[in-house]
């Protein structure tokens, strides 16, 4: 097989049109697992690739009466699914990324003879000024509905329609709290009347 793809090479005048590496600082993020996977890729797209170089090839071979549609067609549906595959690869690698970042990945971003263009140095740093521009021009956001200040309270038929545990049990420490003072009061009247009794007797 290495025979056939040596057979056909890429012309000069089709420099991007190969498979390309991913850059330096992408690949350096990435999981070992997610650079074996992209590594597969590679090598069935340069099957791909060198199909493409012998078309081109045959085309430049055969005379004007033989140069059909047909070819022209073929070349021109196998150079869409060399750039669908391109961006396939990218979505595989977004994982890795910083979510910051993500966008490296959209269709937009060039492809060269790697993955992410020429100079993705500037195309982080162009997100970058994006993402902090983003951020100030956000809203703050609001206070959600149903918010209460005081963290819990209770109805008029005394149950809990707080939904933070932490301080309906503080709640629960109060009212026994106060329910125990209950009970010493009672206690104390009970003690002053067996008192009184005493003294009658």
């Known amino acids: 097989m290495e025979d056939l793809l040596n057979k056909y090479q ?3 005048n089709c420099g991007n049109l190969i498979s390309p590496k991913v850059n330096k600082a992408v ?30 090839e045959g085309c430049q071979k055969a005379s004007d009466d033989l140069r059909t549609t047909l070819h022209v067609h073929a070349l021109v549906l196998l150079l869409s699914g060399n750039r669908e595959l391109n961006i396939r690869r990218r979505e595989l690698l977004k994982p890795d990324l910083n979510a910051r970042y993500a966008a490296l990945c959209n269709p937009t971003t060039p492809i060269t003879s ?17 993402n902090k521009l983003g951020k100030k021009l956000a809203t703050p956001s609001r206070i959600k509905r149903g918010f209460h200040p ?4 209770r109805n008029r038929f005394g149950r809990d329609v707080s939904r933070r545990s932490g301080n309906s049990g503080r709640y629960q420490e109060r009212q026994q ?6 009970l010493s009061f009672k206690q104390k009247q009970n003690n002053q009347s067996a008192a009184r009794k005493d003294l009658n007797k």
Do not use: C
Request: aromatic fraction near 12%; glycine fraction near 6%; charged fraction near 30%.
């Open 10 to 12: 890429k012309p000069k």
């Open 27 to 56: 690949w350096l993020q990435l999981k070992t697992d997610t650079k074996n996977g992209d590594h597969a890729m590679q090598k069935a797209q340069k099957f791909l690739i060198h199909s493409t170089y012998a078309l081109l």
């Open 114 to 130: 790697e993955l992410f263009g020429d100079d993705v140095s500037k195309e982080i740093d162009d997100l970058s000024k994006a």
């Open 150 to 153: 005081y963290g819990s309270y």
């Open 177 to 182: 709290s106060f329910l125990a003072g209950r």
